[in-house]
RNA sequence: GGGGGUAUAGCUCAGUUGGAUAGAGCAACGGCCUUCUAAGCCGUGGGUCGAGGGUUCGAAUCCUUCUACCCCCGCCA
């Protein structure tokens, strides 16, 4: 629709150019902005105040002129010239309501779009180590991460999502260390206890899954307990299967899909890490200092040099980031996007860095990086902190188990990432119009319970009749619930592009306010069949859009409540 | 001390990338169920957009200085 004013516009200005009105060196940019008041029409552009200038003229003026050229075009029922100089577009009835149409033809498809052109795109998200279940803000990124590949799939893109994750660094060394300590029935509170060993009852879980023999089947990992507390090569790859498949059934309760598990020893394995830092002393970019090799990072924008190569050998976990993401240079993605908590920002100069050291010809702004802030979980007014399970912090599993998939998920990826995000267990748990995923889920179940209502009195909608009859939607609700439908496709462009799923959240909630407003206002199933046929083509389109948007954020779209 | 993020109604947050009189939900107050699901609707009140300066036809939005809070600043990940 923008593109059709825009259109009309362009041809004015050519208009006005041949008549020389307008110089005709100018090349201006058509800008059509959605109106925020419906006194001020449907659509309205500037373009008279931004020209006013290089053409020497008052802006109101070159807009009456503007509006005096325009084709006649049976989108536009009228214009009017408003404040400083804006020029606002009053559609016509039938432009607005041809939206219907669109909708109920295109299904689940509707807006989507072939933005990305089927470009490749891979999205890293989670990359949790195996050290123990999910947390809170795991469940950030999982929301928002797995959204964001649903709208860049829904935009055109051709997605793989992947997940990074180290199966074998001194964080694993310590998780074995627990495990092995609990198989030989020791406690955190006792003496022998490994220092920082992991304290959490999930421990013990896996001691005496490990003792009994039991078979793990994760994801990307399948281990059998060797039930030998000595072995603790043995001991280790067994918990790091066991919490892989804890995680695995976190993000399956989560309905998050992975394409591709990617592990860090696979780095090693394949010589990658080696390779890098050969490529990486090779272009000159490092020095020995106290016995240790640096990646002189601060040539690419990093505050300080970064140790690659530890004093004792061993690599630190920089390097094999840098190696990661060359590998997935070398797979050919052009465009990778990582989603991580904000606590990693660190990495992201680093990474950079370490890339424009291999000079590899990679971009300089690549990978591109979401980061989310920290998420703080309240329950009656106060901060939870303590998981029974975890020990330390709050898991995701908890948080499904008490308030549902629907809920959490709508709660962390509602906010914009940058935002910090406080999860009130209670706000989430209320059955209420306090609730804004039921107030949304709600509106989708209304629509059905409209068409049950039309099959119990024997009746049935006949889509063609609505259609053809969409002229008869002239109440301001109906009307206003037009216009919002119609943006749809525009929030769900916009969202893929500035990476902010949230604004589908946002999008829905108040699409599902001008229906419940317009429910409450009007009757549906009157005896006008004309009119009412009308009306369940427009509560069609609204469930259909409802399910399409909710979908995009991993939210079910429940039939009844 | 350095880097990043945030600051908008009593609370939680939006704000279409510089547009017209800054919005929504909650909380407060007052209404609406014999009528398609009241997990709903209607109405009222509520603001120095953290503070100062700048850019221009026009700023919550861009630049600058300052303040407060959060995160990071390891040869951990």
């Known amino acids: 629709m923008k593109e059709q004013i825009s259109q009309l516009i362009s041809q004015a200005?050519?208009?006005?150019?041949?008549?020389?009105?307008?110089?005709?060196?100018?090349?201006?940019?058509?800008?059509?902005?959605?109106?925020?008041?419906?006194s001020h029409g449907d659509l309205a552009s500037n373009i008279a105040l931004t020209l006013a200038k290089s053409a020497g003229r008052p802006p109101r003026d070159l807009a009456a002129e503007l509006c005096a050229a325009l084709p006649p075009s049976p989108l536009v029922e009228r214009t009017e010239i408003a404040g400083p100089g804006f020029i606002?577009?009053?559609?016509?009835?039938?432009?607005?309501?041809?939206?219907?149409?669109?909708?109920?033809?295109?299904?689940?498809?509707?807006?989507?779009s072939e933005a990305g052109k089927g470009q490749q795109v891979q999205v890293e998200f989670v990359s949790a180590n195996p050290t123990g279940p999910l947390h809170v803000g795991h469940g950030r990124g999982a929301a928002v991460g797995d959204s964001l590949c649903r709208l860049l799939a829904a935009t055109g893109w051709n997605v793989s999502s992947e997940f990074y994750y180290n199966d074998a660094g001194a964080?694993?060394?310590?998780?074995?260390?627990?495990?092995?300590?609990?198989?030989?029935?020791?406690?955190?509170?006792d003496d022998q206890w490994p220092e920082d060993g992991y304290r959490g009852d999930?421990?013990?879980?896996?001691?005496?899954?490990?003792?009994?023999?039991?078979t793990i089947d994760a994801e990307d990992q399948h281990v059998t307990g060797a039930a030998d507390a000595e072995d603790l090569d043995a001991v280790r790859k067994f918990a790091v299967a066991y919490l892989r498949r804890e995680q695995d059934l976190d993000l399956k309760a989560f309905a998050t899909h992975f394409d591709l598990y990617f592990l860090e020893s696979s780095l090693y394995q394949s010589g990658a890490v080696e390779e890098t830092v050969t490529r990486l002393v090779g272009n000159?970019?490092?020095?020995?200092?106290?016995?240790?090799?640096?990646?002189?990072?601060?040539?690419?924008?990093?505050?300080?040099?970064?140790v690659m190569r530890k004093r004792d050998g061993g690599y630190t976990y920089f390097l094999p980031d840098v190696a990661y993401h060359l590998n997935k240079w070398q797979r050919g993605f052009k465009r990778v996007i990582n989603e991580q908590g904000a606590d990693h920002h660190s990495t992201v100069t680093r990474v950079r860095a370490g890339l424009q050291a291999l000079q590899a010809d990679i971009p300089?702004?690549?990978?591109?990086?979401?980061?989310?802030?920290?998420v703080t979980v309240m329950r009656d007014g106060e901060e939870v902190k303590i998981s029974k399970r975890a020990g330390s912090y709050v898991t995701l599993r908890d948080l499904?188990?008490?308030?549902?998939?629907?809920?959490?998920?709508?709660?962390?990826?509602?906010?914009?990432?940058?935002?910090?995000?406080?999860?009130?267990?209670?706000?989430?748990?209320?059955?209420?119009n306090d609730n804004p995923v039921y107030y949304i889920q709600y509106a989708h179940a209304r629509v059905c319970s409209i068409m049950r209502k039309l099959a119990e009195q024997?009746?049935?909608?006949?889509?063609?009749?609505?259609?053809?009859?969409?002229?008869?939607?002239?109440?301001?609700?109906?009307?206003?619930?037009?216009?919002?439908?119609?943006?749809?496709?525009?929030?769900?462009?916009?969202?893929?592009?500035?990476?902010?799923?949230?604004?589908?959240?946002?999008?829905?909630?108040?699409?599902?306010?001008?229906?419940?407003?317009?429910?409450?206002?009007?009757?549906?199933?009157?005896?006008?069949?004309?009119?009412r046929d009308a009306r369940l083509a427009l509560s069609e389109a609204v469930r259909q859009v409802i399910a399409n948007g909710l979908d995009l954020l991993g939210v079910s779209a429940p039939e009844s409540m």
């Open 13 to 38: 200005l050519e208009t006005l150019v041949a008549q020389g009105s307008l110089p005709g060196d100018i090349s201006p940019r058509i800008q059509i902005d959605r109106t925020r008041d419906k």
């Open 88 to 112: 606002n577009f009053f559609l016509s009835d039938d432009s607005n309501q041809a939206i219907v149409r669109a909708i109920i033809e295109q299904g689940a498809s509707f807006g989507h």
């Open 171 to 189: 964080q694993i060394d310590n998780l074995a260390l627990s495990v092995q300590a609990r198989c030989r029935g020791l406690t955190p509170d």
């Open 202 to 214: 999930y421990i013990a879980d896996v001691a005496t899954a490990y003792m009994a023999g039991a």
């Open 284 to 306: 000159g970019h490092t020095y020995e200092q106290e016995g240790a090799l640096w990646l002189r990072t601060t040539d690419f924008g990093d505050d300080k040099d970064r």
């Open 364 to 374: 300089e702004g690549w990978p591109e990086y979401v980061l989310h802030q920290m």
């Open 400 to 432: 499904i188990d008490e308030v549902g998939r629907d809920a959490t998920r709508y709660f962390l990826v509602a906010r914009g990432p940058s935002s910090q995000l406080t999860f009130d267990i209670d706000l989430a748990l209320s059955q209420s």
């Open 458 to 531: 024997g009746e049935s909608w006949n889509p063609e009749s609505g259609l053809d009859s969409l002229q008869r939607l002239q109440e301001e609700h109906e009307k206003a619930l037009l216009r919002r439908l119609d943006r749809f496709p525009e929030v769900v462009a916009g969202a893929a592009t500035s990476l902010e799923p949230h604004n589908v959240a946002n999008y829905l909630k108040d699409l599902a306010g001008d229906f419940h407003a317009w429910y409450n206002a009007h009757k549906t199933l009157v005896e006008d069949k004309a009119l």
